[in-house]
């Protein structure tokens, strides 16, 4: 088949290289030229394991080309992948002026039967709003088919989630959208749901939101964990052994961040707002959410007693491990309320880079965690990067002027901790 891909972000270059392997002719779009020009040279330009090596494959091999021809790019190809972003508007709902742009461009260019699908994570009724823009921008109307296929994948691992996915969902009135849909998909062995446009959008939304949920749930108990001196890891794998509950996204911490669980919650509820039908809970999970980095703080601040004049260190910024994205991470939380009273910081990420605006106001990125640590009153993890498990704690324990250890990841062994002499405090964890 011959796909365009509709924006070249962390969805649409992940979805391109693997449409290239499973053996179609990709075009990538996207207004950036800068952005173009590194791909077609076979360069990534966010962190993403595995991706760049297939990327590059690709490109030599011809399979996938990207291109800011926006009209030569419509004609040429019969199957669209809108993959363009949904920012969070100031309140709160899906900036969809990006997906109505590609949908005008469709309309205004196209010059035969195409098939549109909406990848990028899109507020439900917006691919029927797709539809409507399509048809509104044509000047000679020509036949097509929208559809709604959403994107699971998580960043850290988009490439083996994109090849192995857990389910596809396609959503589309059209017998003829959903059979090339299905062939495209044919390879992958999983279960496909059919379903409408507006229920392919709702599993998406619901689908984050529950995670989102799971999370801040486990949070609260956390917190209730820590009066009761109660250990949540233990309580999360005691109800993570129910088939029902399920093992996964039960860890505590300082919460979650991203480009998509605080932007979806909040986008879901606004859904609900509109329509009358108030998500109260959702509302919660993001009120939990926001506050975790503020209670870690606390615990450190209790510790401290004072943040003014304690130099600190923060491990990792990046919003989760194995990317280098700092969206919504809740690390920029922490460093915001340390610097606010009054402490000293420095940060390590193994990848990702502190913006300038934190270098401005004194926060020092430092190469490597035993030189951070020097001198230092206190290590706060807010990355849980697997390496940080195998660092020499004891030869960092040495380098400090007062070794205590905030694991708002809960991810090192708390009593081996305290064994080397750190003064540990997870979230629910000691
Ligand atoms: C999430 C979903 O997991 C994907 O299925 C979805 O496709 C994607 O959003 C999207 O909508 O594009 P992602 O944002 O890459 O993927 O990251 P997750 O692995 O879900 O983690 C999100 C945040 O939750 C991270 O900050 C992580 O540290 C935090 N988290 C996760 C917890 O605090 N506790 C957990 O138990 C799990």
Request: net charge neutral; proline share 4%; with cysteine.
């Amino acid at each position: 088949m011959n796909i365009l891909i509709i924006g070249m972000g962390y969805v649409g270059t992940t979805t391109g290289v693997v449409f290239a392997e499973w053996g179609h002719r990709v075009t990538g779009l996207d207004i950036d030229p800068a952005k173009v020009e590194a791909l077609q040279k076979g360069k990534l330009y966010f962190y993403e394991p595995g991706l760049e090596e297939l990327l590059r494959k690709h490109v030599k091999e011809q399979n996938i080309r990207f291109t800011t021809d926006t009209r030569g790019a419509i004609q040429s190809n019969d199957l669209f992948f809108i993959c363009v972003g949904t920012p969070s508007r100031s309140d709160g709902k899906a900036d969809l002026s990006y997906i109505k742009q590609a949908a005008s461009d469709i309309g205004k260019y196209m010059n035969g039967y195409k098939i549109i699908v909406t990848k990028s994570t899109v507020p439900v009724t917006t691919t029927e709003k797709v539809a409507k823009w399509i048809r509104l921008s044509c000047s000679h109307p020509h036949p097509f088919d929208v559809a709604s296929n959403p994107e699971f994948l998580r960043e850290g691992s988009a490439l083996y989630d994109s090849l192995n996915p857990d389910r596809v969902v396609i959503g589309s009135s059209s017998e003829r959208a959903s059979q090339v849909l299905s062939k495209l998909y044919q390879s992958v062995k999983c279960p496909v749901v059919f379903t409408t446009t507006r229920t392919a959008e709702m599993i998406k939304y619901a689908s984050n939101s529950f995670l989102a949920t799971k999370i801040s749930y486990m949070n609260e108990v956390a917190k209730l964990c820590d009066q009761l001196g109660v250990n949540v890891k233990d309580v999360a794998r005691g109800m993570g052994l129910d088939p029902r509950i399920g093992p996964h996204f039960l860890h505590a911490g300082i919460g979650y961040g991203g480009s998509c669980f605080p932007k979806d919650v909040k986008a879901l509820i606004q859904t609900g707002n509109e329509y009358g039908q108030p998500l109260t809970i959702l509302q919660k999970v993001a009120d939990v959410n926001d506050n975790q980095p503020q209670y870690m703080v606390e615990c450190i601040r209790e510790r401290l007693t004072s943040l003014k004049g304690k130099k600190l260190v923060v491990l990792g910024i990046a919003f989760k491990p194995d990317t280098d994205d700092l969206r919504e991470t809740r690390s920029f939380q922490v460093i915001h309320q340390l610097l606010l009273g009054g402490a000293e910081v420095n940060v390590h990420d193994p990848v990702a880079v502190i913006p300038k605006t934190y270098a401005n106001q004194g926060v020092t990125q430092c190469q490597d965690v035993e030189s951070a640590a020097k001198g230092a009153d206190g290590i706060v993890i807010c990355t849980d990067w697997p390496q940080y498990k195998d660092l020499n704690w004891q030869a960092i324990q040495q380098e400090m002027r007062s070794s205590n250890l905030f694991d708002g990841r809960n991810m090192l062994d708390g009593a081996k901790m305290r064994e080397i002499g750190f003064y540990y405090h997870g979230i629910g964890y000691r």
